[in-house]
């Protein structure tokens, strides 16, 4: 009997011990996801660069690039409202984001000039109150 209890006991601590926090998981999927796809190939004239989870504001963050006829500062200037919707269509519809929108995670994207990184085309951070509407 007492064997039987120890083994409990220690399986428990092992268990507990190995348990990943909701931070620590979303870092280590976007640490891994990088390292595996980024940059990926270009889809709809965008590339996605990095992904980077911040666990001081808990925000899953996409950064890309615009590339080729999208590189253009007129067509987000003029396609700003559209773009942000589609995302947040993104967000609320795209199952592998439910463990993170149940903890309260924001989502960002940052799209970049291809030509020069420096450019920040569109940089767009939906928090719960976007998503839960």
Known sequence: MR?????AALCSVVLCGCHESMEK?????AREYTEKYCPTPVQNFTRTDSVVFERDTKTY?????????????????????KIADALLINVRENTSFR???KEGFAFQWTL????????????RK???????K
Not at 25 to 29: C, D, K, P, S, Y
Not at 65 to 72: E, F, I, Q
Request: hydrophobic share 25%; proline share 4%; charged share 35%.
């Open 3 to 7: 064997y039987f209890a120890f083994c």
């Open 25 to 29: 998981r979303a870092q280590r999927e």
């Open 61 to 81: 963050h996409y950064y890309c690039s615009a590339v080729g006829d999208l590189d253009n500062a007129k067509v987000f200037d003029l396609n700003r409202s």
């Open 99 to 101: 463990p993170y929108k």
């Open 112 to 123: 970049r000039s291809d030509k020069d990184k420096k450019t920040v085309y569109f940089d």
């Open 126 to 132: 939906f928090t719960p109150k976007d998503y839960n």
